[in-house]
């Protein structure tokens, strides 16, 4: 249907539910409708100009402290095609339209009388490069619902900032971005890579959408597009439709090599039917997704077990490139939906079923095109739950202060009694002591690997990052000839990433390894060239007599940082230690942009996939670290928390953190806040929580790892109902309750995929199949015993949903 085509449709539609008011507005609102979705018009809410001509071009103000993104970066359009959806583009490149509706509350009305099963988003969260305070990776926004009975919604999101150290990826990148010189260090042109994202949002599709209101603007979002899927009812079958086919740079069979690797194709399938309509319009037939072409053999069909309506799923495909085809070239790939009971499919596809994608893993190259199409692998993926940053380097620093690793920083900023830090320190240890001092006296004398290993194994860690250099530049590995300023050469005299890392091998060869790696460090001679902000570089000057200048210990004269000091160390990390990750930070100059590529494929040589975290200094990243612990819904990209110690990366936190973890969670983060006793011990009281929490996964495993966040989010808590989270895997479904269910039942109102053969029980319970019914008001109820409850070692209550 062509644009007229919808227009005129449209015209009548309103014409009958009586808004012929609408009509004239109504033909621009809708650009055109496609498969790959509805572009909605956002001429009349345009209120900023994005893409600029150059320093000079003043209609140009992206932020409101007039920057602005290059336009000869920008691209073209009208169309633009992201996820497998097509985007209007604003009109970047007429110099004198606005491009940009920098959101407050705008109502974006919507004229076509039809559910929607999901928005999609071109937008990037306003971050302030020059003003740290404000200098947020991200930004939480929601958009709301309204619908034409009245009734409303809201979707909460996660978009990352245009501008920042640590990148957020996106579909829409420039190289640089026009400055504020005012408050740019001077400059008129910023090369940093600035970014547009995509994010996407269900729409619950009961009742056709009346409009749609964008954030507030204190949540300080800029919007480009915005797209629809429509609804398809009007049919009896499940309404399958493949939003994206999506080829991977990742592989399957871990410790396969080249050509020997099973490539994962990644497709996403949507069944349109609206939300309401009977469950006839489930996919309730166990399908394998399979891809047809002739450059490429599916070795492992992809699953799809239940899809419910206004659902969605990613499907996993394994393929291999056929012999003589090249890593990297196009083919047509065709998906097909295979029933297992032929007779008994409820199931089409519906419009496009054949893609053209690259086909196979090519080599790694140190440039950005390359290093972004690096995505974290499937053990990270499914892991869920690591331990993180280990410190071991404050543990010479003085115990009670609750950053220990920022004292050096907070001993000489601000010198003087106005830092508790430099209080403290006087008072304890005396004017003469400096920070250096603490090295001798840290001897990690009971420290004992295994013991740590072993607590991470039971705790059901899947990984562990330890820090191997935290901004003191004190490294806990064998820096070779770019330092002497280590564990090998100071304090205990072990090399502990070695000794831990060995023992991990050993014990427990499942626990992957990582390291925590420091790109600057505070008061490295080394660093003063690239010094800004809390990261000066050039050693510290004496926080009491302010002469120059503390040692800083075991410093080897080099000529640069970035080469003499950080690449080696890396590289150390990269092929002496193994590491499967690299979880670096603050980012700012790295070498990692040069050597990325050349670490991926030697992992990749021996089988293995590694992965990284953005704020490597790079443009791109396997996954993004906000350093806070709720979202109002996941980001679209691959994420991780790390409040402290992240003790709780678990699928589910994708919304609240359980807060009846707190307890064991918080006692956790002291592990690493206070850092084990300076003679390596972990003492009991840090032991238990982890036990604890390793007993419950033990238990409830299997609603965590392995498992990916739902499409639908939690609808919001209403009276009465239980608060829940939702994880899903291909055979079943997970609630957990963090709230202990009342009055022996578990209510939700969620629109859980569930039909009436499927088992319900809990785990670590008595393994009984439980009760389970919905209302008319759409809410489950599960019938549970106190005594099961009493059974469950913690404040969260995972059921599992097995599909019959
Ligand atoms: C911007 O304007 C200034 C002052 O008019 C001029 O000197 C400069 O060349 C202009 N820059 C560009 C890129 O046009
Ligand atoms: C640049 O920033 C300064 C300080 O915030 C502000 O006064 C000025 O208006 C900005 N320039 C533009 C072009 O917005
Ligand atoms: C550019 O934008 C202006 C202002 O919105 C508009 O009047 C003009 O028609 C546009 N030019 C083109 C070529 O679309
Ligand atoms: C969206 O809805 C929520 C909940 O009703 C409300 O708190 C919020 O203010 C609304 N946002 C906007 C921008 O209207
Ligand atoms: C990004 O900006 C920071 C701060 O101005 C600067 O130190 C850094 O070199 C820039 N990055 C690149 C790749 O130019
Ligand atoms: C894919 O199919 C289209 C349509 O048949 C054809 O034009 C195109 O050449 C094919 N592409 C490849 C890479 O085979
Ligand atoms: C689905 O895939 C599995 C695993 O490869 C295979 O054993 C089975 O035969 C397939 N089913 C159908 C109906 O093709
Ligand atoms: C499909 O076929 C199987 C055996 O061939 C039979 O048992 C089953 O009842 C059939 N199902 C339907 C829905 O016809
Ligand atoms: C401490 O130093 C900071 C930074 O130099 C200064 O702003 C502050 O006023 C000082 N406070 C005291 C109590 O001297
Ligand atoms: C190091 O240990 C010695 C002996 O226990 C103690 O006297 C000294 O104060 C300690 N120094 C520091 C800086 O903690
Ligand atoms: C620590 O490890 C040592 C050696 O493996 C073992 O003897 C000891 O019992 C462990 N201690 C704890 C608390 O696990
Ligand atoms: C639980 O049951 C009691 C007694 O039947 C009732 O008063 C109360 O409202 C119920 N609470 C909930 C949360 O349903």
């Known amino acids: 249907m062509d644009a007229r085509g919808t227009c005129i449709a449209e015209t009548m539609t309103s014409l009958n539910s009586l808004r012929s008011l609408f009509i004239v507005s109504l033909c621009s609102l809708v650009i055109s409708t496609r498969a790959a979705g509805l572009q909605v018009d956002l001429t009349s809410h345009f209120n900023a100009k994005s893409a600029s001509t150059g320093p000079n071009d003043t209609l140009a103000d992206f932020d409101g402290f007039g920057r602005a993104l290059p336009v000869e970066h920008l691209p073209k359009g009208p169309l633009f095609s992201d996820q497998g959806i097509d985007f209007h583009l604003p009109p970047f490149h007429n110099v004198s339209a606005l491009d940009t ?10 004229f076509k009388n039809t559910g929607f099963h999901s928005l999609h988003i071109l937008a990037t969260a306003v971050t302030q490069p020059s003003h740290p ?44 971005f026009y400055a504020n010189a005012t408050i740019d260090e001077g400059k008129h042109i910023e090369w940093n890579t600035s970014t547009i994202g995509y994010i996407t949002v269900r729409i619950p599709s009961a009742q056709p959408l009346q409009s749609i209101t964008l954030p507030a603007a204190d949540a300080a979002i800029d919007v480009f597009a915005l797209t629809l899927l429509e609804t398809s009812p009007h049919k009896s079958s499940a309404r399958l439709t493949i939003q994206n086919v999506r080829p991977t740079t990742r592989w399957m069979n871990s410790g396969a090599t080249g050509s020997g690797r099973i490539q994962v194709i990644e497709v996403t399938l949507n069944n349109l039917a609206p939300l309401s309509s009977p469950t006839s319009q489930w996919l309730t037939v166990p399908h394998n997704v399979t891809l047809v072409s002739d450059a490429l053999d599916t070795i492992v069909p992809g699953r799809v077990v239940r899809l419910r309506t206004n659902d969605q799923i990613v499907v996993k495909i394994g393929v291999k490139a056929r012999m003589g085809v090249v890593p990297g070239k196009e083919a047509n790939v065709t998906v097909k939906l295979v029933p297992d009971r032929r007779n008994s499919s409820t199931a089409s596809l519906d419009g496009r079923t054949t893609w053209t994608i690259p086909v196979g893993i090519e080599d790694w190259q140190n440039d950005d095109s390359s290093l972004s199409t690096h995505e974290p692998p499937d053990w990270y993926e499914d892991g869920k739950f690591g331990i993180f940053g280990v410190y071991a380097v404050p543990a010479w620093a003085p115990s009670g202060k ?10 000489h900023v601000p010198a003087n009694s106005s830092s508790p830090t430099w209080v403290h320190h006087k008072e304890t240890y005396g004017e003469n002591v400096v920070y250096d001092d603490f090295i001798a006296n840290w001897t990690a004398s009971n420290w004992n690997p295994d013991n740590w290993t072993d607590l991470f194994a039971a705790a059901g860690a899947k990984y562990f990052v330890l820090t191997s250099k935290h901004h003191d530049g004190f490294a806990l590995f064998d820096t070779g000839d770019s330092s002497n300023r280590n564990s090998i050469e100071l304090g205990p005299k072990r090399d502990i990433v070695k000794d831990l890392f060995e023992s991990a091998k050993t014990r427990h060869p499942d626990l992957h390894r990582g390291v925590y790696f420091s790109l600057p460090e505070w008061y490295n001679p080394a660093y003063g060239p690239y010094g800004r902000r809390d990261w000066p570089g050039n050693p510290a000057l004496n926080a009491y007599t302010g002469e120059c200048c503390d040692p800083f210990v075991g410093y080897v004269e080099v000529a640069d940082f970035i080469a003499d000091i950080q690449k080696p160390q890396m590289e150390t990390l990269f092929y002496q230690y193994d590491t499967d990750i690299l979880w670096c930070d603050i980012g700012g100059p790295s070498a990692f942009p040069d050597i990325g590529g050349d670490w991926y494929n030697y992992a990749a040589s021996q089988g293995r996939q590694v992965v ?50 707190q307890n064991a969670s918080s006692v956790i983060a002291e592990l690493i806040e206070y850092g084990p006793m300076s003679d390596g011990t972990v003492i009991s009281e840090e032991r238990e929580p982890l036990l604890q929490v390793g007993e419950w996964l033990s238990k409830a495993g299997n609603a965590i790892y392995g498992t990916r966040a739902w499409f639908i989010q939690p609808a919001d808590q209403t009276e009465g109902l239980t608060d829940v989270r939702f994880t899903t895997t291909t055979s079943a479904f997970y609630i957990i309750a ?36 919905i209302d008319e008001t759409g809410v489950l109820s599960v019938d549970i015993l106190d005594e099961e409850l009493d059974l469950v070692n913690l404040p969260a209550w995972a059921f599992e949903v097995v599909y019959a």
């Open 402 to 411: 609750q950053y220990a690793e920022w004292y050096d920083w907070q001993l």
């Open 612 to 661: 990284m975290n953005n704020r490597c200094g790079a443009n791109q990243s396997d996954f993004v670290t906000p350093e806070y612990t709720t979202f109002a819904s996941p980001p679209f990209q691959k994420w991780e928390t790390n409040a402290g110690l992240d003790p709780f990366s678990y699928g589910y936190n994708s919304d609240t953190p359980p807060e009846n973890y």
């Open 738 to 773: 963090l709230s202990r269910p009342k009055n022996g039942t578990l209510k939700t109102m969620a629109p859980i995929p569930i039909l009436p053969m499927d088992r319900v029980r809990l785990l670590g319970g008595s393994d009984a199949d439980l009760t389970w019914s």
């Open 101 to 110: 509706v920098r959101s407050a509350s705008q109502v974006i009305r919507i």
């Open 133 to 176: 305070a404000e200098n947020r990776d991200y930004a939480l926004g929601s958009v709301n619902f309204t619908f034409t009975d009245g009734s409303t919604s809201t979707a909460g999101f996660v978009i990352g900032g245009w501008w920042n150290d640590n990148p957020f990826d996106g579909p829409i990148q420039t190289p640089f």
